[in-house]
């Protein structure tokens, strides 16, 4: 395999490039307590053997893995789980109550992800998901906590990304796990201002009012950072909280602004993202060309699209229902 990329921040925290797509696109974490560790997020299964790899490096044998915890069951952060934890005797599986029956079989979750990304791409990106004994599945929900040598990660209940998400506390790290929670941030639009952030509405479960309560619970827990999946930690959460605020609004108008277009919602849609998105990169002072700034968010933007379409066909039926 090509050599791992990963960085150590302090805090016993390291975080792991999961090579998805290109680097720096989405990470795993090692957390390291007195010679005892967790791995919180799994990236997919190809992800697994740059993982093994810094355990190696670091002189941490396998064995002395405790868990192994995935933020939710989309498979950019959870479709490794199996394959890590076949190479992990010790380790439990730690996933949110509504997440525990696809990590032990994984056929619906495939299928989902099949359906918005296609079978192709599933192969090529993901690997194969391995499924996790039952036995070795532990289910953590709200307030629960799990003791790391002596060291607590507790979890939050975080809808709006996904309702099969919670996001861990980690006090002794001086910040949260946040999965998708508290949204993207991509290394290269960082400048003297500091980091610059999107919400992800990747489909199917976005919810706008339980996201704005969320990301608001997160900022709550008075910790420094967010250590995000997407991508590598942060600082200044209030200033990164307000953009996160902001730019759900804006998704949720440019929405219902396009809600009646038909067959151009998603055209319509997608470029009033990317417009939108562009606008904000220019306030923060970008200065990376256009056409660099269009390559590296299109992806996002086209998923996002996806997800904000399917909450506004909800919306509809609810309001026809009603």
């Not at 999961?18 to 090692?30: C, K, N, Q, T």
């Not at 990301?215 to 827990?221: E, S």
Request: charged letters at 25%.
């Amino acid at each position: 395999m090509a050599e791992v990329r990963y960085q150590d921040l302090d805090y016993g925290i390291t975080v792991i490039d999961a090579e998805f797509h290109r680097p720096g696109v989405a990470a795993s974490y090692l957390v390291v307590e007195r010679g005892r560790a967790a791995f919180v997020e799994t990236g997919t299964s190809l992800s697994v053997p740059g993982q093994l790899a810094v355990l190696e490096k670091k002189g941490i044998p396998r064995e002395s893995v405790d868990y192994v915890i995935p933020t939710h069951v989309h498979l950019d952060h959870a479709g490794g789980a199996g394959e890590l934890m076949r190479h992990l005797p010790a380790a439990r599986l730690v996933i949110h109550p509504r997440g525990a029956r696809h990590m032990i079989d994984p056929s619906r979750l495939i299928a989902g992800a099949a359906a918005v990304y296609g079978e192709e791409a599933i192969r090529r990106h993901y690997g194969e998901v391995v499924p996790v004994p039952a036995e070795r599945v532990m289910e953590a929900g709200e307030g629960d906590e799990v003791d790391l040598n002596g060291r607590t990660l507790r979890f939050l209940d975080t809808p709006g990304h996904a309702l099969h998400h919670f996001c861990v506390v980690d006090e002794a790290g001086r910040g949260i796990f946040t999965g998708d929670t508290f949204g993207i941030s991509y290394r290269e639009f960082d400048n003297e201002q500091g980091a610059w952030i999107f919400p992800t509405t990747t489909p199917v479960q976005f919810d706008p009012p339980a996201l704005h309560a969320s990301i608001d619970r997160l900022v709550a827990q008075g910790l420094d950072y967010m250590y995000l999946t997407h991508y590598g930690r942060v600082g200044g959460v209030d200033r990164l909280r307000r953009l996160l605020h902001e730019q759900i609004d804006g998704m949720v108008a440019l929405g219902r602004e396009h809600a009646a277009a038909g067959a151009r919602r998603k055209e319509r849609l997608i470029g009033g993202l990317m417009e939108q998105m562009l606008a904000q990169l220019e306030r923060h002072g970008c200065t990376l060309p256009v056409s660099r700034r269009r390559e590296l968010l299109t992806m996002d933007v086209e998923l996002n699209v996806q997800g904000l379409e399917i909450w506004l066909d909800r919306e509809a039926k609810t309001a026809a229902s009603a």
